[in-house]
Structure formats: C-alpha cells, structure tokens
C-alpha cells in the first residue's frame, strides 16, 4: 500500500516491486507489533471484562491487513523469487546454486557423498 | 494434606514474589503466554540487505562541484535511445489530455 | 585489552616466560625418559651430537633445530613453536570458561586452537587441550533447472569444524585477558564464542551489599525517570493540579445525599 510505503528507496540489492511491498509490509508489521500484542492480551486474559476483550477482538480484525505477521513472506535478496528461499543465506535455489558454484557462500561446497 | 498444599502455596507465593512472576494458582487463562513473547519485528524488518552508496549518489555530490563523472552505462542507454529514435520506434509522445489519447485511439 | 597494553604486565609476562623455559630445560634434565621422547633438551651439549647422527631412528624437530646452526640459536620462544604447545597443570580441575573455536576448514582452526593454547600458557591458565567436537553437516539438495528437469539435482554441503578449548580454574581477570587477546588476534574463518563462568564465595549476602553502593549509583539516572518527584514539579494540592479544570456539579435527584 502506497500509505506506508517509505518516500525514498531504502533497500539495497534486487530490487523489485514485489520485494519492495514485502519490505513494506515487514516494516510496518514491525511498527504495529507491540500493538497488536497487547490487543491480543486482552482477548487471551479471561479475567478482563467481556466487554473489553470483544471490543479488542474488533480492533484486532480492523487493523490493516499490513501489520499481520502472516503477510510476509521471505522473498530471495538477491533474486526476488519467492519459492525455493534457503534460510540460511535469504538466497532463492537458482542463486543460490550460482553463487555457490561460483565460492562466494562460505564453505559451501558440492557434495557427493 | 491440606496443610503440605498451603505450604506449596505460600512457597510459591514467596517465590513469585522474589522472581517477580505472576502467581495463578487456579490455572487460569492470563493471556501471559503473549506477553512473554519476543518481538519478532526487527528480525524481520532486516531481511533485505541495507542500501548503500552507489555511482548514482557519488555522481550527485559532486555535481555541486561541477565535476562529472563518466557513467558507461548511463552512455549506453542514451546511446540505444537515440538509435531507436532515429529508426522511429522510440517512446510515443506522452497524452496530456484525453481528446489526444481519444484521437489516437480513432487512427486505429 | 588494556591490560595488554600495560608496559610492566608485559615486562611481567617476559619475565614468566622466561622462567618458563629456563623450569622445563630443568626438568628435561632431571627426567631422562622425557629427554628421550621429546628431545627438546636445547642444553644438550655438542659432545653428544655424534652419537645422535648415528643412531638409525628420525631426527626430531628439536635435534633438527639444534643442529641448524652451532654458535647461535633461535630465541627460546621462537623454538618452542616448532615443538608442542606446553600446558600448566590444573590444581583443582574447575572448569571457569569454555572457548568454541568453529571453521570451515580444517587448517585455520587447529592454528587458531593451537594459538589460543599456546597464549593460556603464557598467561598461567590450565586448560583441557582442543577437543574436536562432532561437526556440523549441513546439506542442501536442489534441481539443476526447472522443475520439469527434476531428475538432474545437485548437492551442496558445509561442514562445520569445531574445537573446545576448557580453562580450568583461572582467575577471571587473566581469562577476560586471554579472550581479549584471542579477539584481537583473530584469525581469518574461524569464529569464536566463549561461556564463562564466575564463581562467588559462599559469603553471597555481604558481596551483594558491597556491590550495592555502586549499582545503584549506576541505576539512579534510570530510577530518576519513574515515579513523582518529591522537590520536582509536582504540585501537592489537587486543585494546583487540575488547574482550571471545574468539577462538575450535576443536579439531579439520586446525587445529592441526604442529611438526617
């Protein structure tokens, strides 16, 4: 969403408009977190009011689809795609066979065992 | 009986106390379990790599200086540019209103 | 760190690693069985070097050393690289830290371990040699090409080396020196995490009331921000606080309390 996307391009590396809405997304998340935790106490503590939790269970669900945690997804740094995403080094299968083959993982090598 | 449980209790009781943790012998549901939680944000706010210097801003600081640089790559676009100019297939002309995109559309 | 740059600890550590030497050649010489095995006796005099030239067995590296050069020798410390790191014995067996030493190669891990022996020795800590812990395999196994081509795959694999260096009962002083000087001499690929462990006197309770005075002089700027200040800004009365702000009298029939 154009709203909390940043001004000016912060992010080094692939560029892409898919990356670049991930990015919005983890950094909005990352803003809105500590509120959504505490609306998440309130509904889980039974021991408040029923009032008050149902009314932070409507807060919860009328926040923007941004600030959930699920909407992010771990894209490749250096190639933008979405699947085949190694952990470790936040490097799609592709690139990640290329740089390999090429040493610049450290201490990655072919196996064959 | 009753008494080893009053004894557990108040162990419990003192050790909440020193610990500071939250005493809830009746086992109920305190929602606590979110507030232990760690905030995951910042680790995943970092996931792609920070951006850094590149040509493009070295060139901008120096443009007050009025040194230029010189950019291969930025020649070579301008350069096929003008080729595809000269062959006619550069950028059609951009519509400022909508009779002329209209009109454009009619040609066809 | 600036402990290491202090000039009289390390006249200090000179001085100790010179007795060190000087306390070995002096044991070599009273135990013949280890003479014999590790032949790093430098004190051994020229008269004895023909009989080694002709006994059949492999020169060692401390006989090759001596035989280098008749009038001078290497310095005692630079020999003492050739020949295996020397160890301090542990009086009571505490372990006080544990040194993780991990790599990807096999190479840059044993100098470091080796490294990092050799400068506990010198700075009078026991330490239970590298231990090769199991390494870490971890492997990944991805298509070639497209996914139609899944049948052609390939592997990759990273293997981690580990060694564990344990410092046995060491001051904690010299043990923070050794980690500082093992940071500032780090190795290329090899990575290092350490777990120390403190120990206190049985005497918890008068430590703790020692050491007060001074975290709480180090918390103050943190406690000033909470709570009411008694001389700040604070005003005592309610009305002072509320300022302007009127209490509403609202007149209705159940707000009045009744007299009598």
Same mark, same amino acid.
């Given at each position: 969403?154009?709203?909390?996307?940043?001004?000016?391009?912060?992010?080094?590396?692939?560029?892409?408009?898919?990356?670049?809405?991930?990015?919005?997304?983890?950094?909005?998340?990352?803003?809105?977190?500590?509120?959504?935790?505490?609306?998440?106490?309130?509904?889980?503590n039974?021991?408040?009011?029923?009032?008050?939790?149902?009314?932070a269970?409507?807060?919860?669900?009328?926040?923007? /689809?941004?600030?959930?945690?699920?909407q992010?997804?771990?894209?490749?740094? /250096?190639?933008?795609? /979405?699947?085949?995403?190694?952990?470790?080094?936040?490097?799609?299968?592709?690139?990640?066979?290329?740089?390999?083959?090429?040493g610049?993982?450290?201490?990655?090598?072919?196996?064959?065992? | 009986?009753?008494?080893?449980?009053?004894?557990?209790?108040?162990?419990?009781?003192?050790?909440c106390?020193?610990?500071?943790?939250?005493l809830?012998?009746?086992?109920?549901?305190? %929602?606590?379990?979110?507030?232990r939680?760690?905030?995951? %944000?910042?680790?995943?706010?970092?996931?792609?790599?920070?951006? &850094?210097?590149s040509?493009?801003?070295?060139?901008?600081?120096?443009?007050?200086?009025?040194? &230029?640089?010189?950019?291969?790559?930025?020649d070579?676009?301008?350069?096929?540019i003008?080729?595809?100019?000269?062959?006619?297939?550069?950028?059609?002309?951009?519509?400022?209103?909508?009779?002329?995109?209209?009109?454009?559309?009619?040609?066809? | 760190?600036?402990?290491?740059?202090?000039?009289?600890?390390?006249?200090k550590?000179?001085?100790?690693?010179?007795?060190?030497?000087?306390?070995r050649?002096i044991?070599?010489?009273?135990?013949?069985?280890i003479?014999?095995?590790?032949?790093?006796? #430098?004190?051994?005099?020229?008269?004895?070097?023909?009989?080694?030239?002709?006994?059949?067995?492999?020169?060692?590296?401390?006989?090759?050393?001596?035989?280098?050069?008749?009038?001078?020798?290497?310095?005692?410390s #630079?020999?003492?690289?050739?020949?295996?790191?020397?160890?301090?014995?542990?009086?009571? $067996?505490?372990?006080?830290?544990?040194?993780?030493?991990?790599?990807?190669?096999?190479?840059?891990?044993?100098? =470091?371990a080796?490294?990092? #022996?050799?400068?506990?020795?010198?700075?009078?800590?026991?330490?239970?040699?590298? #231990?090769?812990?199991?390494?870490?395999i971890?492997?990944?196994?991805?298509?070639?090409?497209? =996914?139609?081509?899944?049948?052609?795959?390939?592997?990759?694999?990273?293997?981690?080396?580990?060694?564990?260096?344990?410092?046995?009962?060491?001051?904690?002083?010299?043990?923070?020196?050794?980690?500082?000087?093992?940071?500032?001499?780090? =190795?290329? $690929?090899?990575?290092?995490?350490?777990?120390?462990?403190?120990?206190?006197?049985?005497?918890?309770?008068?430590?703790?009331?020692?050491?007060?005075? $001074?975290?709480?002089?180090?918390?103050?700027?943190?406690?000033?921000?909470?709570?009411?200040?008694?001389?700040?800004?604070?005003?005592?009365?309610?009305?002072g606080l509320?300022g302007?702000?009127?209490?509403t009298?609202?007149?209705?029939?159940?707000?009045?309390?009744?007299? $009598?």
């Amino acid at each position: 969403m154009s709203l909390f996307r940043s001004k000016r391009l912060d992010i080094g590396g692939f560029i892409n408009a898919r990356v670049i809405r991930d990015h919005t997304k983890r950094k909005v998340f990352e803003q809105h977190e500590p509120e959504r935790q505490a609306l998440r106490y309130i509904i889980r503590n039974t021991s408040l009011p029923q009032r008050a939790r149902a009314q932070a269970q409507l807060q919860l669900s009328h926040m923007h /689809a941004y600030t959930r945690s699920t909407q992010i997804k771990n894209r490749c740094v /250096a190639g933008g795609i /979405a699947r085949g995403v190694v952990r470790d080094f936040r490097i799609a299968r592709y690139q990640f066979r290329q740089q390999a083959l090429a040493g610049e993982l450290p201490g990655v090598r072919k196996a064959s065992w | 009986m009753a008494a080893t449980y009053n004894r557990i209790l108040d162990l419990a009781k003192v050790q909440c106390r020193i610990f500071s943790l939250n005493l809830n012998p009746q086992g109920l549901r305190l %929602g606590n379990k979110v507030l232990r939680q760690r905030l995951r %944000g910042p680790a995943l706010a970092e996931w792609y790599p920070k951006k &850094t210097v590149s040509f493009r801003d070295l060139q901008d600081s120096y443009k007050p200086l009025s040194l &230029t640089m010189f950019d291969e790559g930025e020649d070579d676009r301008e350069e096929a540019i003008q080729i595809a100019k000269l062959r006619g297939k550069g950028r059609p002309k951009k519509k400022r209103t909508a009779a002329e995109s209209r009109s454009a559309k009619k040609k066809k | 760190m600036s402990l290491l740059f202090n000039p009289h600890l390390l006249a200090k550590f000179g001085k100790q690693s010179l007795y060190a030497v000087s306390a070995r050649s002096i044991t070599t010489t009273r135990n013949p069985d280890i003479v014999a095995k590790s032949s790093s006796n #430098v004190s051994r005099s020229i008269n004895e070097r023909p009989a080694f030239l002709t006994e059949p067995e492999p020169r060692n590296w401390g006989e090759r050393l001596d035989s280098i050069n008749h009038k001078t020798r290497l310095p005692r410390s #630079v020999q003492a690289v050739y020949l295996r790191p020397l160890r301090r014995k542990a009086e009571y $067996g505490l372990p006080v830290c544990d040194l993780q030493l991990r790599s990807y190669s096999v190479r840059n891990v044993e100098l =470091f371990a080796d490294f990092a #022996v050799r400068a506990a020795y010198y700075l009078k800590l026991p330490i239970s040699g590298p #231990v090769p812990l199991p390494r870490i395999i971890e492997r990944w196994t991805f298509p070639r090409s497209n =996914f139609v081509h899944k049948k052609s795959q390939e592997n990759f694999e990273r293997i981690t080396l580990r060694r564990l260096i344990q410092i046995k009962d060491g001051n904690p002083q010299s043990v923070q020196t050794w980690l500082a000087f093992l940071r500032k001499h780090a =190795f290329y $690929g090899v990575g290092m995490k350490s777990n120390v462990w403190e120990h206190e006197s049985l005497d918890v309770i008068k430590n703790l009331d020692d050491t007060a005075p $001074g975290v709480e002089s180090s918390l103050k700027v943190h406690l000033s921000q909470f709570g009411q200040q008694r001389g700040g800004r604070a005003q005592s009365s309610i009305s002072g606080l509320l300022g302007d702000i009127q209490p509403t009298k609202n007149r209705s029939p159940l707000n009045d309390v009744r007299k $009598g």
